[in-house]
């Protein structure tokens, strides 16, 4: 009872794999963006205020969106690769670890 349960479960999310990848994706942006910022902050902080801002705008219209363009893709191949009856139980797991990444890292 409990298979079939996963399988279905698995079945359902395989249908909406680039939804799912597309959540984790913008999931880890979210958490770990703000590193990103500081770190290429870092990196420019001595360069003339119209180049850090041109470097921002870079970054958050366009490096962003290639991460994202990138990653989802990438995700959404390897969870096609699990197995119907492991693949629920593994996107609630990564949900349940990136919300307590977040926690902890205070996000939210």
């Known amino acids: 009872m409990i298979n079939e349960l996963l399988v279905e479960i698995g079945a359902w999310m395989r249908g909406h794999l680039a939804y799912i990848s597309l959540m984790i994706a913008a999931t880890l942006l979210v958490i ?3 590193d990103i910022n500081r770190a290429v902050k870092r990196q420019i902080s001595h360069y003339h205020f119209l180049f850090r801002t041109i470097i921002f705008v870079l970054l958050c219209a366009f490096g962003y969106g290639i991460l ?4 989802a893709p990438f995700i959404q191949f390897q969870l096609s690769q699990l197995s119907v009856r492991y693949l629920g139980l593994v996107v609630i797991g990564i949900m349940l670890a990136l919300g307590i990444i977040a926690e902890r890292k205070h996000t939210f």
């Not at 994202?68 to 990653?71: D, T, V």
């Open 32 to 34: 770990f963006g703000n």
């Open 68 to 71: 994202m363009n990138w990653m």
